[in-house]
Each structure stands twice: as C-alpha cells, then as structure tokens.
C-alpha cells in the first residue's frame, strides 16, 4: 500500500487474535478449552438426576402392579403374592422388636402396642391381605394377624435361645393351607398346612426350657 504523503510502502496490520488467557491472567479459568461443556448449574443437574432416578423407581412400581394384576394367575399360585407379604410384614416386625429391645433393654407385655406407639411399625404392616382384615380389625386388636412368641431369655441376644426358636408366627390367614413363622434369627418360613405350622411353634416353645406364656392376657399365644 502506497502512502500518498511519503510514497511509502506499508503492509497492512494483521488484526489481533485473542486465544484464551494463560494460567494466572485475569479471567483464567472462567471459560472452558474447546471440545469441552460447559457446565453452566451443577447442582441442577445433579437435581435433574436425582428426579429421574426417583421416576424410574415409580415408573418400574406402577408397571410392576400393572403386570400383577393384569396377567391371568396360575392355578395354586393366587396365594403366593400374599404369602411373600405377610413374610416380609413380619420381618419388618421381628426386626423392629430387635431394636426397641435393644435401645430399651427389654421387651414390653405388649409388643406391638409399644412399637406402634414408638412410630417403629404402622397398624397396616399388622395386616394380612389373605386374612380379609381391615385396619379398623387391627386398631381393636393389634394380634388379629400375628402372634408374638414370648421367653424368658432375651431371645433379641444372640445365643440366649436357639437361633432356630420361633418367635412369631401367623394365625391362620390362608384358609388352612399354612403359615408364616419368622425364627429369632430373623429368616422366615411358610410352614404347610396350617397345623403343622401350630405342631412346630408347641415344639419351638417346649425346646426352649425359658420358654413363658404371655402374662397380660391380650392372648398373644392364643389361637
């Protein structure tokens, strides 16, 4: 380029090209290399996450039900569903005396009243969907369904009775086909038909020389 004053050439200036800002220089850091995202809210996205997976859940629990009460039922298989639920009601139950027990040192009379009243258990988790009871059943009579097995000995305490003594058992709520026992070593068996049920629980309380019968006549061990 020819300047019109001097007749000099000049070469033009290349326009400044800004690259981003080394380590140490004011703004380093805030803009991410290229081919990289940039994660604008992590928190939100975490949240994002989170919501999805709790959808995923109810998603699988809704088409879970869906399938149960859709597909034709087997024959001899309509009571199995409710077998699995009164097992796992049970657990739950054996397991929350375990740990009022222990923080307590002791069990009450009254079990299931004292882990009602202590929010560890609800009156529904007392209900056997096979039994036809209502929860109107239960709040008069917390023992409709289960029956708690008392002893002497601390059973909660590992090596105070055998690991295999029955510490509650079912009433009979399958029409006489069997029952549920949960053993104090927490694992539970559906014990068939329902008096062979009753011959173990006599035979779990007479192995046990600490064995007792309940004292506040809410007729626990009563069948």
């Known amino acids: 380029?020819?300047?019109?004053?001097?007749?000099?050439?000049?070469?033009?200036?290349?326009?400044?090209?800004?690259?981003?800002?080394?380590?140490g220089e004011p703004g380093a850091g805030s803009i991410p290399p290229k081919g990289e995202p940039r994660d604008v809210n992590p928190g939100r996205r975490q949240r994002n996450t989170r919501e999805f997976v709790i959808l995923c859940v109810i998603g699988l629990s809704v088409t879970a039900l869906a399938v149960h009460l859709l597909l034709p039922k087997r024959p001899g298989g309509r009571e199995i569903s409710p077998q699995l639920v009164c097992a796992a009601n049970m657990k739950h139950i054996v397991?929350?005396?375990?740990?009022?027990?222990?923080?307590?040192?002791?069990l009450p009379d009254d079990p299931l009243r004292a882990l009602l009243d202590s929010g560890e258990t609800t009156t529904k988790l007392y209900i056997c969907f096979s039994s036809g009871k209502t929860v109107r059943d239960v709040e008069k009579d917390l023992y409709v369904c289960f029956v708690?097995?008392?002893?002497?000995?601390?059973?909660?305490?590992?090596?105070?009775?055998?690991?295999?003594?029955?510490?509650?058992y079912e009433r009979d709520n399958h029409a006489g086909q069997g029952g549920n026992v949960v053993y104090a070593d927490g694992h539970a068996e559906f014990i068939r038909p329902y008096s062979e049920m009753l011959r173990r629980v006599e035979e779990s309380k007479r192995r046990s020389a600490t064995s007792q019968p309940a004292a506040d006549g809410s007729g626990r061990e009563s069948n």
């Open 95 to 106: 397991l929350s005396m375990k740990l009022y027990a222990s923080e307590n040192g002791s």
């Open 1 to 23: 380029m020819t300047s019109a004053w001097k007749g000099e050439t000049t070469m033009p200036t290349p326009p400044s090209v800004s690259g981003p800002p080394a380590p």
């Open 148 to 168: 708690p097995v008392a002893y002497d000995a601390p059973w909660w305490v590992e090596g105070t009775v055998a690991s295999n003594a029955i510490v509650l």
